[in-house]
């Protein structure tokens, strides 16, 4: 039965000067080891350190699960070029001609893919990577996203990218940051939900949800700001759930024809 380590916490910080994109990086380790999201280039040094310290180098990963193209998940590609990049091929073509107002998926990603491209396995529903680790297809943040579910000994995990971003999702049913389609969104948050034993979201920790409906994490809280100083001028806290937002133009969403 396959294991699941968590490399990188993905974390829900945001700042008033943007976005960090700190997006979990999950290791599942069975008959082969599978990478969920890698990550973007700012981790890069801490992702690799995280493998040293389990005796690990890129070399050792047998598959790349990228839950989406989007920057914050997808850019440290490239540190691992022995992996076979499992993905959804609608993802895929839509990172060739992503919306003009879609950040998360800039002009260049579809270049970025291209230089992988050889190494691209297209896999949907039911896509079994081995054994009990089996693809899920949950679009609606973007439009080929799929995540994870692994049978553990503690029941069903489903690592689920942005599919699911805070644990807080769970109880709200709603994606707070949409790029393709809200319902989709929402369907795709209830049916993690519905199935999932233990979470593993996007931008959050580890979480359980209690019979009685609220949220128990399984990994302390763990962050740290260098080089900042609480007590300088102009430096707060805002403890406050971010807005929704969707993208402007959503409804004139395409996949490009091919």
């Keep these: 039965m396959a294991t ?3 490399l990188m916490d993905g974390l829900p910080v945001r700042t008033g000067q943007g976005l960090l994109g700190y ?3 999950v290791l599942v380790e069975g008959a082969q080891r599978t990478l969920v999201d890698v990550g973007h280039v700012g981790r890069r040094n801490v992702l690799l350190a995280a493998l040293a310290e389990r005796d690990l180098s890129p070399s050792d990963i047998h598959n ?9 998940h997808a850019q440290n590609l490239d540190a691992f070029r022995d992996a076979r990049i499992l993905m959804h091929l ?3 073509r839509y990172a060739d001609a992503p919306h003009t107002n879609d950040w998360a998926t800039p002009a260049w990603t579809g270049a970025m893919l291209s230089i992988d491209d050889d190494r691209i396995v297209g896999v949907e529903e039911g896509h079994e990577i081995e054994p009990g680790v ?3 297809d949950t679009p609606g943040h973007s439009p080929g996203h799929v995540s994870v579910g692994v049978d553990t000994d503690s029941g069903l995990a489903v690592i689920t990218g942005d599919a699911l971003h805070y644990a807080t999702a769970a109880l709200t049913k709603k994606n707070p940051i949409v790029f393709w389609n809200e319902q989709q969104a929402s369907d795709s948050i209830s049916r993690v939900v519905d199935m999932a034993d233990v979470i593993y ?3 959050d920790r580890p979480f359980r949800l209690t019979a ?3 949220i128990e994490y399984l990994r302390d809280f763990e962050f740290s700001l260098v080089n900042v100083n609480p007590n300088d001028p102009g430096f707060s806290f805002e403890d406050a759930e971010p807005a929704a ?12 024809k091919g």
């Design 4 to 6: 699941i380590d968590v």
């Design 23 to 25: 997006c979990s990086l």
């Design 64 to 72: 790349i699960v990228l839950s989406h193209a989007h920057w914050d």
């Design 90 to 92: 609608d993802e895929r």
């Design 134 to 136: 089996t693809i899920l």
């Design 201 to 203: 979201p996007g931008h």
């Design 212 to 214: 009685s409906g609220t």
């Design 245 to 256: 937002f969707v993208m402007e133009g959503i409804e004139d969403q395409r996949l490009p």
